[in-house]
Structures are given as structure tokens and as C-alpha cells.
């Protein structure tokens, strides 16, 4: 019995590796995001030095792993089989849900994640323990306060952090402007005194407060001179600033990097417990029973020795420290939640990751008519003063960079601030949700909400704030399911469901590998986004077109033909994969648009005037080729999902002979495109004219059909769609191909 438990134990450190690896790159964006989207140092440099901050965290860190030996369940009412169970539940669920969040680039809070899965596990087995034993009641069993109060940290911090990220950040920049360098002569040097004391009081109130060297006398003494120790502090790191901006030296850079410093040490040091807490739980919950469950089976052997507190040996924690530091330099992912967060504060127009949802569109309504509302009442000088001081044209903005440095530090600093002010005054701020905040409301403070974006943006805060109360509820649902089936199964279904999580991870690694494959194809945009020269421009401009539009014509291609077969086949889910297909080429025809639109500003006028047209032409072509298929796919699932009669063989066949062609002629066009091969393209323009004389007259044959009234009305109707839709395509492919040639080529076609 004590081999299956040791097993299980192993196997809960194998997973919090797994855990520490997700969490990691979860979390990363909690202290990356303002250094990395302002490019405060080389990635390099800024991961080295959150890296120092992470191993220094964990290893100082004095290992209480409380909340997972008796936050959530009263361990005194649990026998160790019954806690067991609950643990490996807890992991198997939080490596899988944190991993599909990384796996999705959505940033999560991996302490929501731990107390809601014990919450679920525990809940799981208390239902059964109170139906067993009626003296047991669920209050005696579960601590709800804990979970009470990270519901309450997620409204709190969202209301907190973002309120006062958008005033400190309009305040900043009102002294600074985007012209920052112009504005620092002597406010530099109380900036970064103001900023470096905030850092250093964050770090000792948070991110140090349960290192294993602050013991009480030290915290005592703290606490009792804290206003002498700011006081201190603030001179010291005043003058300090001062100097090292008269030596030519970029304060905000050196802030951005404490910042950094401090966010990662604080992580390492406050959320160790979310990776392995629950396992180093297990680990004493086994060690208790094989010293004192002598003669006593592990379902009659109470927990009671998780009451009290336990130190965890130091190297449990520098190996953790070791664990994350590689996860953060090597995690793909971690670099995937990063970017969502990036993207979002983003001061400039580019490409959106998110749509457009009803909530936002209403929430920016409602912004614009509060804002002129309040610009009607607010006098016209001061109107034309503040205009100055926001001259977003002026901004200093690093190349490649997402926003400058006078923000990234307003991000690290309050947010810091605030998390350790919460912590002072026992407010449930968390790190996740402040940070996050923090940087939205700095950004809506910098006036990077514009009207073409704005809608976009809140979606996408909308869908991170949302990811985090779906967090809470699966995790909680999952848990609570696994649980139960590890209760009532046994070690068949313990065998089972950890078979179950390394298929879903496998599974997951190799679909984000193939995505992340498909993503390098922008690898021409970003080239041409970087690039200086007119005529490079022009090249890569070429050849990202040739990469969209052969993308365009590959769906077409597909999903013509699967929509064609599946109908004639009467195949409804052949029918359901190409209307999901359109459904999402559609969103990315709209991207392509878009981004295709911002890299038409890289050419010069000149280029513009002679090729620009061209280029909008064949996206307007490949848009309605989607829309073609679109409008072919739709009326056909109809049909077929209400099961209506079928084509007789006759339609089949005449429709069938053609549409092999148009396939055959949508793949030499594909093919030609990628190639940037156009000639002999007066052969395919003549092969297409004769499909569409084809086409039209099976459309004359199907109205002879009508009008002697030899066929279904319902049969014929679609019928005439598809071969409609199958001219649309015919056409607006050949359009496509011409005016792609003229863009491709140096000299103008006929």
C-alpha cells in the first residue's frame, strides 16, 4: 500500500516541475511586460536580471507553504488516503489549465488557479464525508474564506490598480510629456528618488517579508521605522538619480530594471507555494503517515499533522529557483503571454489580436460622450496646454519598442507600490491582477486608446479580466470531477487520468508548435516593418503579398472542393468544417487588410501612386473569393441539415465534371502565385472563360428544368446558387491572378 503512495508522491514532484515550467511562463508577463514593451535593456539583459530576482526569491524564500497544508480543507477531518486524493487531483488539473492558458497566450493567476482547485477537490470529498457522516457539516471541512477573499482580490485589484495607473500616468505625463528628455533637467532626480525608495519598500514589505532572514525582530524594527527608513532612502536614492543623469545615465532604464528585479523577486518569493506547496504537502502527509500510521490503513489515519506550519528544506527551494529560471529563458510560451499583454499597451496603431464584442462597443460609446462631455466644460487654454504636454508625434520610443520608458516605469513602480501598500493594510491585492491593471489604465492615461483601436483593446481586457473568473470556475469544476473520479476508481483511474494529462500535454506542445510554424510565415512582414530602404520595401512588400494571396487561393482550393463533395455526398460535418474554415478565413482576410494597409506606408509615395491600387484590388478579390465560398457553403449545410432531397444524378454529374476544373484551375493559379510565375497566364485566362461558359450554361439547362417543372423547386434553387457562387470564384480568382501580376512585375502588363 505505502508503494502506491510513494509512486503517487513521485509523481507529484514530476508534475510541480511541470507546474513550475506553466506557471512560469504564465507569470513571466507579471514582471517582463513593462521592461520587454519598452525595451528598457537587450532581452537578454532583462531576462538575466529577472532571472538573479527569481533565484534569489525562491531561495530566500522560508518555504511556509501553508494555504496547501490547511488554507483551503481542515486537515484534522481528512484521512490521509482522502488527502492524497485532493493533492493529485489539485496538480493534475492546474498543470493542464495552465498550460492550455499559455498555450492560448492569456495571462492567469496561478494562486486563483491553486485555491480554487483545492476549493473543488476538497468540496468533492466533504460532499461525501458529510452524506457518510451526518455529525460532520460542510463548515467544519472547507475554509471558504480563502477563496471569498481572491473573488474579492480580482474586483478590488481590477478597480485599484487601474484607476490610479491612469491618474499617476496622466500626472507623469503632464510633467514629462512624450518628449521626456526635454523635461528632466532637475524632476529626474525626485522621480527617480520617489521611484527607487517605492521599489526598495516593495521589496521588503512584499517581496522579502517571508524570507528566511527576516525574522521577527527584523519585521518589528521595520515596522517601527518605516517613515525613517523611506525618509533615508529617498534622499539617498535622490541624489543618487540626480548624479547619474548628469553623467549622461538613463534613469528610467535603471528604474524599469529594479523594477523588473523586484516584481521577479517578489514572485519567486510569494507564489513558490502555487507550484509546490501542494506537493511538498503530499510529500510531509506521507512522511506522517509511515512514522506514526503503524498498524493503521490510509483511509483511517487523520491528517491532523498539517495544522502546523513547515519549514521546507532549502534544497527544494534553490531547486525550484533553478526550475524557473530555466522555464523563463527557455519557455516559448512565456514569450506568447507576453506579447498579449504587449500588444494590448501598445501606443501605437498595428495589428489587434482581438475583435469587436457588443460590452466594448457600448464601453466605448459611453467613454467618448463622458469625454466630450468633459471637454465642452474644461476652458479652451487649458485644453490647448495639456495638447502640448500630449504630443504623441514627440513620443521617444526605442525601436520596436511598444511604449517608452517614463511608462514602463509609472508600471512597475505603482504597481509595486500598490501590492505593497495592500499588503500593509491586509487588502487582497494580487501581483497578476495589479500589474495587468496597472499597465491598462497607464495606457488609457496615454492616449493610445484611439478610436480605431479602443473597441479592439477593451476587448481584449475584457477577455483577460473574463480568462480569470474562468480560471476560477473550471478550475473549481475540473477538480471537483477529477476528484471524484480518483475517489470512486481507484488506481485504474489514477493510471488513467495521469495517462489522460501527459496526452493532453503532448498534444498541446505539438498543436502550438504547429501554430507557431504557421506564425513564421510573418517572418517577411515583420522584415518589411523594420526595413529602411525603398526598394527592399518594395521587394518584401512583393513577397508577403505572393505569401497572403497563396494562403487566400490554399482555402479556396480546400475549401471549394470539400464544400462541393460534401454536399453532392450528403456529408453534413464535411459541410460544418467549411463553413468553420470561411468563418475563420474571414477574420483573416480582415487582418491581412489591415496589416497589409500599415505596410503600404513603408513605400514611398512614388510606389504608392503606381502600385498601390493594384495591391488593394487583389485583396478586395481575395476577399470576395472567401465570400464566394462563403455564399456557396451556407444554403448547402442548410439543405443537407434539414434533409431536404438530395441532387439527382444528372446535377451531380454535369456540377461534379466542372468543379473538378475549377479546382484543378484554382491550384495552377496557387502554384503560379507562389512561384511568381505569370507566364503563359493568357492559357488560363482562357481556360477559365470556358468554365464560366459552362457554368453558364448548366444554368440555362437547370431553368429549361424549372420551367417543365421535372425537379424539386427547393433542388433547383440551390443548385443555381452553386453554380452562381462557382462562376464568382472562377471569376475573382483570374482577377485575383491579374492583378497580382501587375503588382509583381517591374514593368506594366496589359
Not at 199 to 226: A, V
Not at 642 to 655: H, S
Request: glycine content about 6%; overall charge neutral.
Amino acid at each position: 500500500m505505502e508503494t502506491i503512495y510513494l509512486c503517487i508522491i513521485i509523481f507529484l514532484f514530476v508534475l510541480a516541475v511541470f507546474d513550475l515550467i506553466v506557471g512560469v511562463s504564465n507569470d513571466a508577463v507579471n514582471f517582463l511586460n513593462s521592461a520587454v514593451g519598452a525595451k528598457a535593456a537587450s532581452f537578454k539583459t532583462i531576462l538575466f536580471i529577472a532571472g538573479i530576482g527569481i533565484f534569489i526569491g525562491a531561495s530566500l524564500s522560508n518555504g511556509m507553504m501553508d494555504i496547501a497544508r490547511h488554507g483551503i480543507y481542515q486537515p484534522e477531518h481528512f484521512y490521509f488516503a482522502e488527502i492524497m486524493c485532493i493533492l493529485l487531483a489539485v496538480m493534475l488539473t492546474d498543470v493542464v489549465l495552465l498550460d492550455v492558458f499559455n498555450s492560448m497566450g492569456m495571462p492567469t493567476s496561478t494562486t486563483v488557479s491553486l485555491v480554487f482547485e483545492l476549493l473543488g477537490g476538497t468540496f468533492a470529498l466533504s460532499l461525501i464525508k458529510v452524506n457518510a457522516d451526518s455529525t460532520l457539516s460542510l463548515g467544519q471541512l472547507i475554509n471558504t474564506d480563502k477563496a471569498l477573499s481572491v473573488i474579492m482580490a480580482i474586483f478590488v485589484s481590477v478597480a485599484i490598480a487601474f484607476f490610479f495607473g491612469m491618474v499617476v500616468q496622466w500626472i507623469a505625463r503632464v510633467v514629462f510629456t512624450f518628449n521626456y528628455t526635454q523635461k528632466i533637467k532637475y524632476s529626474i532626480g525626485l522621480f527617480g528618488g520617489i521611484a527607487a525608495t517605492s521599489i526598495i519598500y516593495f521589496m521588503l514589505i512584499k517581496g522579502l517579508k517571508d524570507s528566511s532572514f527576516m525574522t521577527p525582530e527584523n519585521k518589528l524594527w521595520i515596522q517601527e521605522n518605516t517613515l525613517i527608513l523611506i525618509f533615508i532612502l529617498f534622499v539617498f536614492f535622490t541624489i543618487l538619480m540626480q548624479v547619474l543623469h548628469w553623467l549622461k545615465v538613463n534613469v528610467f532604464k535603471i528604474v524599469v530594471l529594479m523594477g523588473t528585479f523586484a516584481l521577479a523577486l517578489a514572485f519567486a518569493g510569494n507564489d513558490l507555494v502555487n507550484f509546490i506547496g501542494v506537493p511538498l504537502a503530499g510529500y510531509s502527509s506521507f512522511l506522517d503517515f509511515t512514522t506514526n500510521g503503524n498498524g493503521v490503513t490510509p483511509d483511517s489515519f487523520l491528517m491532523t499533522s498539517l495544522l502546523g506550519p513547515a519549514k521546507t528544506p532549502w534544497y527544494f527551494l534553490i531547486g525550484a529557483g533553478a526550475i524557473m529560471v530555466y522555464a523563463l529563458c527557455t519557455s516559448k510560451k512565456a514569450h506568447a503571454v507576453i506579447k498579449t499583454s504587449v500588444d494590448l499597451s501598445r501606443q501605437d496603431e498595428g495589428e489587434e489580436n482581438f475583435g469587436s464584442t457588443p460590452i466594448a462597443r457600448t464601453m466605448v460609446r459611453i467613454s467618448m460622450t463622458l469625454a466630450n462631455t468633459i471637454s465642452r466644460i474644461t476652458p479652451e487654454g487649458t485644453k490647448k496646454w495639456l495638447d502640448t504636454r500630449f504630443r504623441k508625434d514627440e513620443a521617444i520610443i526605442a525601436d520596436g519598442a511598444a511604449f517608452d520608458l517614463v511608462r514602463a516605469s509609472v508600471n512597475l513602480v505603482l504597481a509595486g507600490l500598490l501590492i505593497a501598500l495592500g499588503t500593509s493594510l491586509k487588502l487582497p491585492l494580487s501581483t497578476t491582477y495589479v500589474t495587468f491593471m496597472v499597465a491598462m489604465g497607464t495606457l488609457l492615461a496615454d492616449r493610445a486608446w484611439g478610436r480605431d483601436s479602443a473597441v479592439y483593446r477593451i476587448t481584449g481586457v475584457l477577455s483577460v479580466i473574463g480568462g480569470w473568473f474562468i480560471t476560477a470556475g473550471a478550475a473549481f469544476t475540473i477538480c471537483f470531477f477529477v476528484t471524484m473520479v480518483l475517489h470512486y476508481g481507484g488506481n485504474i483511474s489514477i493510471i488513467v487520468l495521469i495517462g489522460i494529462a501527459v496526452f493532453i500535454l503532448i498534444r498541446s506542445q505539438i498543436m502550438y508548435k504547429k501554430r507557431k510554424a504557421k506564425e513564421q510565415a510573418n517572418e517577411t512582414l515583420k522584415q518589411l516593418m523594420q526595413t529602411t530602404d525603398n526598394e527592399e520595401a518594395l521587394q518584401l512588400m512583393r513577397q508577403h503579398t505572393r505569401e497572403e494571396l497563396a494562403k487566400v487561393l490554399e482555402y479556396a482550393e480546400t475549401n471549394f472542393e470539400l464544400t462541393v463533395n460534401s454536399f453532392i455526398h450528403e456529408n453534413l460535418r464535411g459541410l460544418r468544417r467549411s463553413m468553420g474554415a470561411t468563418k475563420f478565413e474571414k477574420q483573416l482576410i480582415k487582418q491581412m487588410k489591415r496589416m497589409g494597409t500599415v505596410a503600404m506606408c513603408r513605400l514611398d509615395n512614388t510606389t504608392v501612386l503606381e502600385k498601390g491600387l493594384y495591391y488593394y484590388q487583389g485583396n478586395d478579390f481575395a476577399s470576395e473569393l472567401v465570400y464566394s465560398i462563403a455564399r456557396l457553403s451556407e444554403p448547402c449545410l442548410e439543405h443537407i441539415d434539414n434533409n431536404f432531397n438530395p441532387l439527382d444524378a444528372i446535377q451531380k454529374g454535369e456540377f461534379s465534371d466542372v468543379a473538378e476544373d475549377i479546382t484543378y484551375l484554382i491550384q495552377q493559379c496557387r502554384k503560379r502565385l507562389e512561384n511568381n510565375d505569370y507566364n503563359g497566364m493568357e492559357e488560363v485566362i482562357r481556360r477559365a472563360n470556358d468554365l464560366n461558359g459552362q457554368l453558364s450554361h448548366l444554368k440555362r439547362q437547370e431553368l429549361q428544368r424549372i420551367q417543365s417543372q421535372t425537379g424539386s423547386i427547393r433542388v433547383s434553387m440551390v443548385y443555381l446558387t452553386m453554380v452562381q457562387e462557382a462562376q464568382n470564384v472562377v471569376t475573382y480568382t483570374i482577377n485575383l491572378m491579374k492583378v497580382s501580376r501587375k503588382f509583381q512585375m517591374e514593368t506594366e502588363m496589359p
